[in-house]
């Protein structure tokens, strides 16, 4: 593996059910982790379809495993532009598979509005939300206890689209950019909030996700323009939960990595 890869921690199960499993073990496990350290967790969720397994899993878990889900505190990563009742809306997917289910204070839930008529203003008021809810620790930028982050056949992360200039922002915390792909606007976490987490979660599971897979994982891993790719929490833990298919033009010891 090279260099950059020591940072991360690599999970192959079989198929995307058993990976949504291993998925909410390590999520459950960090959550009690830092409620334990820090009596309260700082959590971001991860849009588009491939954490309702994992959102599933959690919330099918909620008698059995004592998460202290009233200490956690929820932002989301990124947001499309909808509002919050909306099929195509993150918060509406998180809301119906785990939220709805667990019993988190709802002020501690906290939607990006990424349908807001200003969404420069929507952005920095999301990112002074952040700043006043999440510890930094003595260092400039919140540190979320766990983001979850998917990963877009393109490359993309959260919001962070290839040739966007989201990707190459430095300062500030959270963007609305405009989408060219898409035609639309999102809202995303920059790099900077991403990489200064305690922990990154990426969970990506099916076959058409392979190639992604190895251009970011594979030898030539920190030559990839994939926006995934520079994710890589600085003093964080990075854990890459895939299932088999996700992981299959990865190296053979990759692919066995811990299940
Ligand atoms: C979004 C997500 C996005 C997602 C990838 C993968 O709002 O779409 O946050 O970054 O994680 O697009 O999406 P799938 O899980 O649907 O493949």
Not at 90 to 112: E, K, S
Not at 165 to 174: C, D, G, P, Y
Request: hydrophobic share 40%.
């Amino acid at each position: 593996m090279d260099a950059s890869q020591h940072h991360r921690e690599f999970f192959v199960l079989p198929t995307p059910q058993c990976a949504a499993q291993k998925a909410s073990s390590l999520f459950s496990t960090r959550i009690i982790q830092a409620v334990a350290e820090r009596r309260k967790c700082m959590i971001a969720l991860a849009g588009g379809s491939t954490p309702r397994m994992l959102y599933t899993a959690l919330a099918g878990a909620v008698g059995d495993c004592d998460v202290p889900w009233d200490s956690v505190h929820v932002f989301f990563s990124d947001e499309r532009d909808v509002p919050h009742d909306h099929v195509d809306s993150n918060y509406h997917t998180a809301q119906r598979t785990l939220l709805d289910f667990v019993p988190i204070p709802p002020q501690q839930v906290h939607p990006m509005p990424a349908d807001s008529a200003d969404l420069t203003a929507a952005a920095e008021s999301y990112e002074q939300a952040i700043r006043q809810t999440v510890p930094s620790n003595g260092g400039e930028i919140p540190r979320f206890d766990l983001v979850l982050l998917g990963v877009g056949a393109d490359g993309h992360t959260a919001s962070l689209f290839p040739g966007g200039e989201a990707i190459e922002e430095t300062e500030r915390l959270v963007l609305s950019p405009y989408v060219p792909s898409l035609g639309r606007h999102r809202m995303t976490f920059t790099l900077p909030l991403i990489n200064a987490a305690r922990c990154v979660m990426m969970f990506v599971t099916e076959s058409d996700k392979a190639s992604v897979v190895a251009e970011m994982f594979g030898p030539q891993g920190q030559a990839s323009s994939a926006p995934a790719a520079r994710v890589c929490p600085s003093a964080g833990e990075h854990m890459v939960v895939l299932d088999s298919a996700a992981a299959q033009k990865l190296a053979p010891a990759l692919r066995s990595s811990a299940s």
